[in-house]
């Protein structure tokens, strides 16, 4: 049998190539999406620094075999790691997204966009230290939005949760695509591994959900950033590519994994995405709980003044959108962190009781206290269509929660009802000092005082950032 690679004659398929035309022509030109990549560029990077204070996490990071060194690599923030671009988007990517705390998107498909950090600062900074391409750090912010972009448009009006896939296929795709162009792939090699993403057979939502849920949705991202950087390789060595791996009738994307159809789209590619994310900047909470934290975090302050605790709480009611009831309105034994951030009553359990929210919240000794569970047995939820309505409108995309506490002596407080998170487009001038202030703090759990204000005074600077290169910036964040 030939080895040769040959050509297809038939076109690639309309969706493959709106993506590949987006990434290679459309030029970035809003400010806001710019201002807002740079604040989610330095949220991202924290997000992944405080998850180094966790074994879990940091036991799945380093080289792929012990002992294999690369010279000119990929350096992972906080670490003195060196590795290959693939490896080195795993590391980035997998301790970016372990805490659940870095930002988020919700649409018919939810998702957590900057998880393509990890594909594009590793691309970015090993073709920058080899000397293949020099990078900016303003080169990244515009790969960002780009991958955001993708992802987020594709997630609009798309559901994959409903055909049981994972949303991480939408940071594969993305992904692949930036970072194709970033390592220089012409329009046909895009073409061929933007189809090489859609042919892998996409990860499962089962370990996101009962009775599997694991702590594989923690590095899910981590492996789907690895894989897109290694399909642009594979299509920049030359190999073929798939026109219709969506469309093709019995054995494409369409047929086998989306019930026969085809994608829906709200709008065109640009710069939406960034310009809306949503930034996790309180609390390490799934996304459509957020609110709901909020609202328990103001009501136990309220209990406190009456002078009562959880134990006199005798029923907790939630008013809230379908989604949230759909992903983490969950009852019965919650068997690890990876269980309990993603169960709304869990996560309203434990301000009422502590008056916090934090990573370690999740961690077997405080999930031990039995209150928790006791309380979670009394906490309800209620959709309200039109919070449903608010969450799924393009205009406001609210998440929006309310709560009403009742007590033992038949007293009432609530109800408490918020309905745009702190990290919210519409509350950014409340929430970026917050969001710098979460960097910061992030910052501390790493590096000493001299560290932090070095990398300070280039982070926090926006023209001083943007015209850094790149692999001078993370030489700022590698662990001496």
């Known amino acids: 049998m030939s ?27 809003s400010p806001i999406a710019y201002e807002t990549a740079w604040n989610c560029f330095l949220d991202t990077i924290g997000c992944g620094l405080e998850a ?9 990071l380093g080289p792929l075999v012990p002992g294999i060194t690369f010279n000119n690599g990929v350096r992972v923030p906080g670490t003195n790691y060196e590795l290959d ?44 230290r080899t000397g293949v391409k020099s990078f900016t750090v303003k080169d990244v912010l515009t790969a960002m939005i780009k991958a955001h972009e993708i992802q987020g448009c594709l ?17 594969k795709v993305a992904s692949t695509a930036v970072v194709s162009q970033m390592m220089g792939l012409t329009r046909e090699e895009t073409l061929n591994a933007v189809s090489l993403a859609w042919v892998d057979g996409q990860s499962l939502r089962t370990y996101r959900h009962f009775p599997n849920a ?13 894989r897109a950087v290694r399909l642009a390789l594979i299509a920049k060595a030359g190999e073929m590519g798939y026109p219709s791996a969506l469309s093709a009738k019995t054995w494409g994307f369409y047929d086998v994994s989306f019930k026969g159809q085809s994608f829906k789209f709200q709008r065109p590619y640009g710069s939406y995405v960034m310009e809306n994310i949503l930034f996790k900047i309180s609390f390490p909470a799934e996304f459509h709980s ?48 990876a269980d309990r ?48 309505a608010d969450y799924h409108d393009p205009s406001k995309r609210s998440i929006a929660n309310a709560i009403t506490i009742e007590f033992n002596d038949g007293s009432t407080i609530g109800e408490e009802a918020v309905e745009y998170p702190i990290g919210h487009a519409r509350r950014r001038t409340e929430g970026i000092p917050l969001l710098v202030k979460k960097f910061r703090t992030n910052l501390a759990r790493i590096f000493d005082k001299p560290a932090q204000d070095a990398i300070c005074t280039v982070a926090l600077d926006y023209s001083t950032l943007i015209n850094t290169p790149v692999d001078k910036f993370i030489n700022l964040l590698v662990k001496k």
Request: aromatic share 8%.
């Open 52 to 60: 180094l204070e966790y074994p879990a996490c940091t036991k799945l």
């Open 290 to 337: 957020q609110t709901a934290v909020e609202a328990a975090m103001t009501l136990q302050a309220q209990m406190i003044a009456a002078g009562k605790s959880s134990d006199d709480i005798k029923k907790v009611t939630i008013r809230t959108h379908e989604a949230c009831i759909r992903i983490i309105d969950k009852k019965g034994p919650l068997n690890n962190p």
């Open 214 to 226: 694991g702590s594989r949705k923690s590095w899910a991202a981590g492996d789907a950033t690895s």
């Open 341 to 388: 951030d993603h169960c709304i009553q869990y996560m309203v359990a434990v301000p009422l009781i502590f008056g916090r929210l934090t990573a370690r919240d999740y961690e077997d000794d405080i999930a031990s206290d039995s209150r928790i569970d006791a309380l979670r047995e009394k906490i309800i939820c209620i959709e309200d269509s039109a919070f449903t």
């Open 85 to 128: 671009p693939v490896q080195g988007a795993f590391n980035i990517g997998t301790a970016i997204r372990w805490l659940d705390f870095n930002d988020t998107w919700l649409a018919a498909e939810w998702g957590h966009p900057s998880d393509n950090l990890g594909a594009i600062l590793a691309t970015a900074d090993w073709l920058t």
């Open 155 to 171: 997630a609009l009006e798309n559901s994959f949760n409903k055909v049981g896939l994972d949303h991480v296929v939408l940071v």
């Open 3 to 29: 080895s040769a690679v040959s050509k297809s004659t038939q076109p690639f398929d309309q969706e493959i190539v709106d993506i590949v035309d987006y990434v290679l022509n459309f030029t970035i030109e």
